[in-house]
């Protein structure tokens, strides 16, 4: 537990130095409403016989530009939230981060990664009296992709969605 609390401690320290903002408008940001993220779903490309991509065409064609996600509107929210999602087959060169509508409102950090399965947080900023559905995107670096994720969450000020121990998985 007190791992945790210091990961915690750190993430609200370093939010202030962290950016998260727009998508490039230039680059499209494919969703795969009928995925899921079972074991045999593979965000990390690979042979995933085109099931990530609307359409299913090349893999070359279909290679995005890393986005430039930034966040710096720390004073402009008064609440934040924690937001603690599981990954399979996450590197080190992915992001995450949580949108309202197409503002950025936290990037996402990598707490753990056992081999198998990446452990994300992040750290959502709000108004408190928020009504608009949050989204997760995620920028899988091997498959040059950004993929949003099907569900959505409620702002909830100082609240979570997810836990360190009962993360939410991404659903694509």
């Not at 559905?133 to 702002?155: H, L, P, Q, R, V």
């Given at each position: ?66 986005p430039t996600w ?23 060169n992915d992001m ?43 920028w899988n670096d ?31």
């Amino acid at each position: 537990m007190k791992k945790y609390l210091f990961i915690i401690a750190l993430l609200l320290t370093s939010a202030t130095f962290v950016g998260c903002g727009g998508d490039d408008p230039s680059t499209p940001n494919p969703v795969n409403p009928g995925g899921n993220n079972s074991g045999g779903d593979n965000p990390g490309g690979g042979n995933s016989g085109g099931s990530d991509t609307p359409g299913g065409g090349g893999s070359e064609e279909q290679k995005e530009t890393k986005p430039t996600w930034t966040f710096d509107s720390v004073t402009k929210f008064e609440h934040t939230m924690s937001v603690w999602i599981m990954l399979s087959e996450s590197t080190k060169n992915d992001m995450l981060a949580a949108f309202c509508d197409d503002e950025c409102r936290g990037i996402g950090e990598l707490i753990s990664d056992n081999g198998i399965n990446q452990l994300w947080c992040i750290l959502v900023y709000g108004t408190g009296d928020e009504t608009s559905k949050f989204t997760i995107k995620y920028w899988n670096d091997s498959a040059s992709k950004t993929f949003t994720s099907t569900e959505e969450f409620t702002f909830t000020a100082d609240g979570q969605y997810g836990t360190a121990d009962k993360p939410k998985s991404f659903v694509r």
